[in-house]
Nanobody, 122 residues
Framework: QVQLVESGGGLVQTGGSLRLSCVAS????????MGWFRQAPGKEREFVAT????????YYADSVKGRFTISRDNAKNTVYLQMNSLKPEDTAVYYC???????????????WGQGTQVTVSS
């Protein structure tokens, strides 16, 4: 069983920054792509960013491109999401997930964390 634990969420003003972390259990972290998704109240969970297992490839949703950066440290079993220039519309619960493939669809991911709340005040 794989466990993913997110941290780093909080309340920030518009234009501020946060860095989310997600630590994975197990010894096969480097074999999988990792992704970040988010879900705002009353909305479906949406793709934010993904990173390949070898760190060579990343992909972002258009809404966060140029503001968010996904990275990973395979030695620490950790994936990060650096979020800059935050906007109120970024307010959501953010989830990390383990990817069976480098993709943007929810069904490409098999394990999910419990989520961390990010709130951006205007």
């Amino acid at each position: 069983q794989v466990q993913l634990v997110e941290s780093g969420g909080g309340l920030v003003q518009t234009g501020g920054s946060l860095r989310l972390s997600c630590v994975a259990s197990g010894r096969t972290f480097s074999n999988y792509a990792m992704g970040w998704f988010r879900q705002a109240p009353g909305k479906e969970r949406e793709f934010v960013a993904t990173i390949s297992r070898n760190v060579y490839s990343t992909y972002y949703a258009d809404s966060v491109k140029g503001r968010f950066t996904i990275s990973r440290d395979n030695a620490k079993n950790t994936v990060y999401l650096q979020m800059n220039s935050l906007k109120p519309e970024d307010t959501a619960v953010y989830y990390c997930a383990r990817g069976l493939r480098f993709g943007v669809e929810r069904d490409h991911y098999d394990y999910w964390g419990q989520g961390t709340q990010v709130t951006v005040s205007s």
